[in-house]
Antibody
Framework: QLQLQESGPGLVKPSETLSLNCNVS??????????WGWIRQPPGKGLEWIGY???????YYNPSLKSRVTTSVDTSKNQFSLKLSSVTAADTAVYYC?????????????WGQGTTVTVSS | SYDLTQPPSVSVSPGQTASITCSGD??????ACWYQQKPGQSPVLVIY???KRPSGIPERFSGSNSGNTATLTISGTQAMDEADYYC?????????FGGGTKLTVL
């Protein structure tokens, strides 16, 4: 059974870059049938899509975050990564990684447990 | 940008039918999905492609999408269904979430 696990620093200083990894187990990130994505949830608020990427590296991002987001895939480690630059307190959130089958209309069917990131000096 | 609107809260009595709506311009021309999120847990996909249930999702969960509104219906609502529910659709290749609806079973 596919499992996703986020990892990374829980505390990031304002203006710095937030970096998270998502380790994929129980399946291959190189599968041509899936996108791999990131979603966040500020405390007490709703879900916000950050972006997702294909194993080949092609990616789609939330227009409101696009200028600060970089994603990558490391097939040798079976993991994918998120970098969010120039963070502020507004970027404090639980960050989830998730899988989305590439078929049209398919939502994100496997989620990680989430990792809390706080932006504070 | 494309916006999805959900009611902040819906209440239902145990055993009754709960309906949660999601409104967006010509939403019926796009696919909609629904997620359930319980406190402290990750979201779970409960409906995809408007009407389909992933494996393991109870039959009491159903979906529809027409015109400007997608609807998640929970028949015979149980106490365990109390959660936040989020609709999701696509705007070109980008993902849009609704603001979420808190379902209270009382």
């Amino acid at each position: 059974q596919l499992q996703l696990q986020e990892s990374g620093p829980g505390l990031v200083k304002p203006s710095e870059t937030l970096s998270l990894n998502c380790n994929v187990s129980g399946g291959s990130i190189s599968s041509r049938s899936y996108y791999w994505g990131w979603i966040r949830q500020p405390p007490g608020k709703g879900l916000e899509w950050i972006g997702y990427m294909y194993y080949s590296g092609s990616a789609y991002y939330n227009p409101s975050l696009k200028s600060r987001v970089t994603t990558s895939v490391d097939t040798s480690k079976n993991q994918f990564s998120l970098k969010l630059s120039s963070v502020t307190a507004a970027d404090t959130a639980v960050y989830y990684c998730a899988r989305r089958p590439e078929a049209a209309g398919y939502g994100m069917d496997v989620w990680g447990q989430g990792t809390t990131v706080t932006v504070s000096s | 940008s494309y916006d999805l609107t959900q009611p902040p809260s819906v209440s239902v009595s145990p055993g009754q039918t709960a309906s949660i709506t999601c409104s967006g311009d010509k939403l019926g021309n796009r696919y909609a999905c629904w997620y359930q999120q319980k406190p402290g847990q990750s979201p779970v996909l409960v409906i995809y492609q408007d009407t389909k249930r992933p494996s393991g999702i109870p039959e009491r969960f159903s979906g529809s999408n027409s015109g400007n509104t997608a609807t998640l219906t929970i028949s015979g609502t149980q106490a365990m269904d109390e959660a936040d529910y989020y609709c999701q659709a696509w705007d070109s290749s980008t993902v849009v979430f609704g603001g979420g609806t808190k379902l209270t079973v009382l």
